[in-house]
């Protein structure tokens, strides 16, 4: 699978002190420290709420692989919890949680859930 922009995203809607038409939400070149667009938000929706979606779009790439790794940790530690009679039996809530961790996992990473 090809490899992203790096992370960390940035949203910004203004350059050299003059606003742009659009929201931009983009990364930092490996090499050379430029900001580049990975998406131009569609300026026709209302301000506040293209605003939104760039911040939202933001914190989505941010957040991933820490979401990912904190959604693995639940599974793990369901599946090591499961099977060791020093633990309590899991209650629904916990089984539910992994889950809906395993199949968030699973979403992740572009397999079947």
């Known amino acids: 699978m090809p490899e992203h922009s790096p992370l960390p995203w940035i949203a910004w809607n ?18 050379d420290g430029v900001v580049t667009p990975v998406c131009i938000l ?10 939104a979606n760039a911040m939202f779009i933001e914190k989505a790439c941010n957040l991933h692989y820490e979401l990912l790794a904190a959604c693995e940790k639940v599974v793990e530690h ?35 859930a």
């Open 78 to 112: 369901y599946q090591s919890m499961s099977g060791n009679p020093s633990y309590p039996i899991p209650d629904k809530h916990w089984i539910e949680g992994a889950l809906m961790a395993r199949s968030a996992i699973n979403k992740a990473k572009g397999e079947q």
């Open 42 to 51: 569609d300026n026709s929706v209302p301000g506040y709420e293209e605003h």
């Open 14 to 31: 203004s350059h050299d002190g003059k606003a742009l038409k659009s929201w931009r939400v983009g990364s930092r070149g490996k090499t």
